[in-house]
């Protein structure tokens, strides 16, 4: 079975700090895997997504991933946190092949310090 | 640009009260989701449609029923509520093209109905 696991309930930064929230995964095959961002009272945007090809994945309001096969992580990065980018962001991955199950890690609180 | 309806966005309901969570989607998505979100919990599925007239059960269908008549609504409906089903409930859909390395799977989100049982 598929899983995911976001090891960090809570991620603290320092405004204009680079920032890392992490993600790991289990999944059989090739996967696709996904960041979303959630704010208070609101449904999930979807940020970025690894397919194929490039192992660094540049998305939304700056954020980037770096999808590691090896490590089976797919961290999210953003090289200078803005104070508005606190929010609840999730780590996602499904199979390869047809229609298959997403799974969505517990997600990570991200809280940026100005 | 609507994307993804839902109604309510809140409700309380007394135990043993039945509603139905309305959603609609503008985008002629053929894959529609009910998610619940409980604290710490991440996301659970609830239950799936591929298409109109075609519904699956997720990972915690129990005390919910679905139906999906058209491509664009998927109504979810609480029978007999309980405090149990106190959460925050998310509709999403998705295009899924028969598999090839575009499609990828990317889930559109509501804007979430908060219910609480009481």
């Known amino acids: 079975a598929q899983s995911v696991a976001q090891p960090e309930d809570q991620v603290n930064v320092a405004e204009g700090n680079p920032l890392t929230v992490k993600c790991t995964y289990s999944v059989s095959g090739n996967p696709y895997l996904f960041w979303y961002v959630q704010y208070p009272n609101r449904g999930l945007q979807f940020l970025l997504k690894?397919?194929?090809?490039?192992?660094l994945v540049k998305g939304s309001y700056g954020f980037e991933a770096e999808f590691n096969k090896s490590q089976t992580s797919f961290h999210l990065k953003k090289p200078s946190a803005l104070v508005s980018d606190s929010a609840l962001y999730f780590c996602a991955v499904s199979p390869r092949g047809g229609y298959q199950k997403v799974t969505f890690g517990i997600g990570t609180k991200l809280q940026v310090i100005p | 640009n609507a994307g993804v309806t839902q109604t309510p966005k809140f409700r309380i309901l007394k135990i043993g009260q039945s509603m139905t969570l309305q959603c609609t989607q503008d985008?002629?998505?053929?894959?529609m989701y009910w998610y619940r979100q409980d604290p710490g919990m991440g996301l659970k599925l609830i239950y799936y449609?591929?298409?109109?007239?075609?519904?699956d059960k997720g990972e915690v269908p129990n005390g919910y029923n679905v139906s999906r008549s058209t491509t664009e609504d998927f109504p979810l409906r609480l029978e007999l509520a309980a405090p149990s089903q106190t959460s925050v409930y998310f509709c999403?859909?998705?295009?899924?093209?028969?598999?090839?390395?575009?499609?990828?799977?990317?889930?559109?989100f509501g804007e979430g109905s908060w219910l609480t049982v009481v």
């Open positions: 449609s591929v298409g109109a007239g075609i519904t």
């Open positions: 690894y397919i194929t090809g490039d192992n």
């Open positions: 985008m002629n998505h053929n894959y």
């Open positions: 999403a859909s998705s295009y899924e093209g028969g598999g090839g390395p575009v499609s990828g799977n990317t889930i559109y």
